[in-house]
């Protein structure tokens, strides 16, 4: 046997193990997904998402925790959007030289590793405690901004690198200010990827429960939140508390509950990806 | 218009001015020879380094254009053409200056009879023919103008040939007038070799249009093509 | 009087010293081509002038450089004012993803001018003096990405023309186009050179022949040989500008 033999066998016996893992991972979310479906989805109809919680699984429904999880989303995204992508294009476009920004970058990145647990505490303490605003809709939001800062800055400095340097060069070559061109060129040749990580970051910020369970977010809301001060609930806290009851009407609820988030991140990313596209397409270089 | 092509235009233009300065000598010279008028050959004479100023700046233009444009196909061959053109033309002017030399250093006027039965007169103006047939066929780019100058030259050999009986008996019968007649046979030698230059001015722009080369053919062979 | 004037320059990336003191004075309505091996310096000098290599992290420059007698790169100076005096068009056409008129009237855009006539006619004068009016006339709201390589060219030489600079740096501005596309873009240049001072880098000697005045060899860093280019191209006085020139080069 020759070494090029071997090498296309090795070659091969790569390929088939990379497949197996591939099929391992979709398999088992095949068969979660297909569990969960089972489980919930007669569960779900128009009284399901109008109803309050209740005691009694069969007249309980997710309202509150659902408006909940959209003012979450709304508020985390009109906090956290504005400061990640100035973050992020300060950080790729200007700071580029000074030693704080190196400092900024290390931490950056560093701070998106951090478990975030850790952001509820820090946002209970900061939010909740230090600035007042308790286990209201306002504290949540904030501290889950400030966990999905750091997707959103990187993504948006992912984003504004992919642009060729010579639209750039072509921008400053016409006079154009830095600020110019970041705003003229840069920023909509970026869209696409920008958007797409801002889709993604408020995906995850929907999805997380530790750290509002920290703030102090609700487990039962009795009522519909209708300002950022309300206190609140969310899907996942109500997935929770309704998994860790011992009825198995709760643990229907749950599954359709964990439907109706799936389908929320779903969308989302469904958005993603078509923007993505459309702005892929409309920008060639 | 390419930059090559007005490059190229302006060297025809300068081309053509030298040529018409060749041509204009020529007259001038025959006139002085007709006449023998020593100041209008002593002009030719002095006009003479005109044409020579003219032969350096196209030799200069020639370089350049080969040098910065590297021209190819027909304008390579215009250029290569216009090279030995200017070659030709500088030539007809030193032809034509030696012969304005010999109008002064002939003491007496040429007898007309001898003018007559040479031909000389009717040979000269022939040859004016010829370059101004090529000339125009270089400004009209045109081939068959240029071919009908293998023709006339015909007149130019005939003259040429028959010169030495004529001249040979005529000195027999007027041996005082030994030196003029001997500047006449020069005169004439010298007339033949502006036709040759002529002729080959006329290859050199059938070379440049038609990529064809006629040097070293028969006339028949010329004329066939 | 020069229009533009560079004194002594020396460039250094870092402790690397890629421009060893350069002395150069272009007049005004010529062209000028910096030609030499890869790696010469000609770009980073022709960079210089509109202080493009402000940008690079580890530039560091020591010299004077001075357009119309005034130093570029004097503290006064503001480097978007100057760019719009000193245009540049680069290697590779580099369109904004915009449509063609949006592309062309960039410049003004950015200088704050909104009355519609003014840009309408800047839009047209700058494509006719690009040589490119007649190709997109009719289609001056579609895409600058959907023109040819040459064709963006021009354009991006027309976008440079709309802002009224009076020196035009080009960096290889053919390098990238066919040849017939090269050809239109450099009977431009000889058009352009009536009202405009320009200075073009380019690799090809022959380009450099047909299109420039004066001719610049650069070796090393060093400005080996300035002079006419009819000159350089049949007499150089240097033995390296031969070498190059012959292609008998290392």
């Known amino acids: 046997m020759n070494s090029s033999k071997i090498n296309r066998i090795k070659d091969n016996a790569f390929k088939y193990f990379g497949i197996a893992c591939t099929v391992f991972g979709l398999a088992m979310l095949a068969i979660f997904l297909g569990n969960i479906i089972i489980e919930g989805i007669a569960r779900i109809d128009w009284a399901f998402i109008t109803n309050f919680p209740s005691r009694n699984p069969d007249k309980a429904g997710i309202l509150p925790a659902l408006v909940g999880t959209l003012w979450i989303m709304g508020l985390t995204a009109v906090i956290a959007i504005p400061l990640g992508i100035a973050a992020g294009i300060y950080l790729e476009e200007y700071g580029k030289k000074s030693k704080l920004a190196t400092l900024l970058e290390i931490n950056i990145s560093n701070l998106a590793g951090v478990p975030s647990i850790i952001y509820g505490l820090l946002g209970l303490e900061i939010f909740g405690r230090i600035m007042g605003m308790g286990g209201s809709l306002l504290a949540g939001a904030s501290t889950l901004s400030l966990l999905i800062l750091p997707i959103i800055i990187v993504s948006t400095r992912e984003a504004l690198k992919a642009v060729p340097s010579s639209i750039k060069e072509a921008s400053f070559a016409m006079g154009a200010s830095k600020w110019q061109t970041v705003w003229h060129q840069l920023l909509p040749a970026s869209f696409g990827g920008v958007i797409t990580g801002i889709i993604l970051a408020l995906s995850r910020a929907v999805g997380e429960t530790a750290p509002l369970i ?72 | 218009m390419s930059h090559l092509d007005i490059e190229l235009q302006q060297l025809k233009t300068e081309t053509m001015k030298m040529w018409s300065l060749v041509n204009l000598q020529l007259v001038k010279g025959k006139d002085s020879l007709l006449k023998l008028d020593k100041d209008l050959a002593r002009e030719v004479i002095l006009s003479e380094r005109r044409v020579n100023a003219y032969e350096l700046k196209l030799d200069r233009d020639c370089e350049n254009i080969f040098a910065l444009f590297n021209p190819v196909a027909v304008d390579l061959r215009f250029v290569l053409a216009v090279l030995k053109i200017n070659n030709n033309l500088e030539r007809s002017g030193d032809i034509v200056e030696g012969i304005a030399k010999f109008v002064l250093n002939v003491d007496s006027n040429f007898d007309t009879k001898l003018l007559e039965i040479t031909r000389v007169v009717e040979m000269y103006a022939a040859a004016n023919n010829m370059m101004e047939t090529v000339l125009e066929a270089f400004d009209k780019e045109d081939t068959s103008l240029a071919r009908k100058v293998f023709q006339q030259d015909e007149l130019l050999d005939d003259i040429n040939i028959k010169a030495n009986a004529i001249i040979a008996d005529y000195i027999r019968n007027h041996p005082d007038n030994i030196d003029a007649t001997l500047y006449l046979l020069s005169i004439i030698r010298k007339l033949e070799r502006v036709g040759d230059q002529a002729k080959n001015m006329a290859e050199e722009i059938i070379f440049y249009i038609e990529a064809k080369v006629l040097k070293h053919r028969s006339k028949i062979e010329k004329n066939k093509e | 009087m020069n229009k533009l004037d560079a004194n002594n320059v020396n460039v250094f990336y ?113 494509l006719k003096q690009a040589a490119l009016w007649d190709e997109v006339k009719d289609k001056l709201k579609d895409s600058a990405l959907a023109l040819s390589g040459g064709q963006q060219q021009r354009l991006c030489i027309a976008r440079t023309l709309a802002v009224q600079p009076t020196v035009i740096l080009m960096d290889e501005p053919a390098s990238a186009l066919d040849p017939i596309s090269t050809a239109k873009i450099e009977d431009l240049i000889y058009q352009l050179k009536s009202k405009y001072t320009i200075v073009i880098v380019t690799h090809n000697m022959q380009q450099a022949g047909r299109i420039s005045d004066k001719t610049a060899f650069f070796y090393m860093g060093e400005l080996v040989e300035y002079d006419e280019t009819k000159t350089i191209f049949t007499n150089p006085k240097q033995e390296r500008t031969l070498n190059y020139v012959t292609g008998r080069f290392g």
Do not use: H
Request: proline share 5%; net charge positive.
């Open chain 1, 214 to 285: 920290v703030i102090g977010a609700l487990a039962y809301v009795p009522f519909v939140p209708a300002s950022p001060t309300d206190e609140f609930s969310v899907l996942p806290i109500q997935i929770f508390n309704w998994i860790s009851r011992p009825q198995k009407g709760f643990a229907i609820n749950a599954a359709s509950a964990i439907i109706i988030l799936l389908m929320v991140t779903f969308i989302m990313n469904g958005i993603a990806m078509y923007l993505r596209n459309r702005w892929q397409k409309k920008v060639k270089w």
């Open chain 3, 14 to 126: 870092g402790s690397n010293k890629v421009i060893k003191d350069v002395s150069i004075s272009i007049k005004q309505n010529t062209v000028t081509a910096f030609i030499g091996p890869s790696g010469c310096g000609k770009s980073t000098f022709l960079r210089l002038f509109n202080r493009m290599n402000d940008y690079i992290d580890t530039f560091k420059m020591e010299g004077k450089i001075e357009i119309d007698g005034s130093n570029i790169y004097d503290k006064q100076i503001r480097v978007e004012e100057l760019r719009k005096q000193i245009g540049m068009v680069f290697q590779k056409p580099n369109p904004f993803p915009k449509s063609i008129y949006e592309n062309v009237i960039y410049g003004l855009r950015i200088q704050g001018i909104k009355d519609k006539k003014i840009l309408d006619e800047s839009v047209e004068q700058s």
